[in-house]
């Protein structure tokens, strides 16, 4: 499977505890995406990567967000303090960004994480 | 502002029927890329088709294709034949280009729920 890996797929977890969410792109895709969907709305952007660089983050990534690409290739997006309002699936994209690229970015499946 | 709207909440299609499903987007932007993409109840966003603003033919990816009129600020996606396999959460999606011509990162409509029916 060459597609955008990420894992967990689910994850249940009391409020108050931390959660790991790691992101394995397509083999040479230069930016990685990290987005945030909760019911019946579209993904929400909350940062983006070029190789290892953190270009861009939203202001929906509050100070209990945290994502990392330290070598540029998968990424973790980490979560400390859970809250009820945390609930929503976590969608990681990656695109090949260049002179010659196209313009498809592709997600993965998604990871899901309920706060109870 | 809403930078990409999409008026459907629910669309209904018979099997083999055409139907298309509606976007419009703001952008002051002269560069920017629009996409659709497919998200069953698998939760994965599956990737249908791209039109580049600067692109002068509508998008085809074979049943899939982008009625593209930029005057109006309108990129419908228009699937042909419908198939039970198509029923899904569709939604538009926007990437504008920075003034540096590289690209930036998505922001995507409230999406159309479509149905495909017998």
């Known amino acids: 499977d060459t597609g955008v890996s990420q894992n967990p797929r689910h994850k249940i977890t009391k409020r108050g505890q931390n959660v790991t969410f790691r992101c394995d792109p397509i083999s040479e895709h230069n930016r990685l995406y990290w987005y945030r969907q909760t019911l019946g709305q579209g993904p929400e952007f909350l940062t983006y990567?070029?190789?290892?660089?953190?270009?861009?983050k939203s202001r929906l990534l509050s100070d209990r967000f945290s994502a990392e690409r330290p070598k540029g290739s998968f990424s973790t997006l980490e979560i400390q303090r859970t809250e009820q309002g945390d609930s929503a699936m976590y969608l990681c994209a990656s695109s090949l960004i260049g002179l010659h690229s196209g313009n498809t970015i592709y997600f993965g499946e998604g990871s899901w994480l309920t706060v109870v | 502002a809403q930078k990409i709207t999409q008026t459907q909440p629910g669309m209904f299609v018979q099997e083999k029927e055409a139907v298309t499903l509606d976007c419009t987007y703001d952008t002051s932007d002269p560069s920017y890329g629009l996409f659709w993409y497919k998200q069953p109840s698998s939760g994965e966003m599956i990737f249908l088709i791209y039109q580049g603003s600067y692109d002068q033919q509508n998008a085809t990816e074979g049943r899939y294709s982008l009625n593209f009129q930029k005057a109006r600020k309108s990129a419908n996606l228009v699937i042909s034949a419908s198939q039970l396999g198509d029923s899904a959460m569709y939604f538009c999606?926007?990437?504008?280009?920075?003034?540096?011509?590289?690209?930036?990162?998505?922001?995507f409509g409230t999406g159309t729920r479509l149905q495909v029916m017998l």
């Open positions: 990567f070029q190789n290892e660089a953190q270009l861009e």
């Open positions: 999606a926007m990437r504008e280009d920075t003034v540096t011509g590289t690209a930036s990162k998505l922001t």
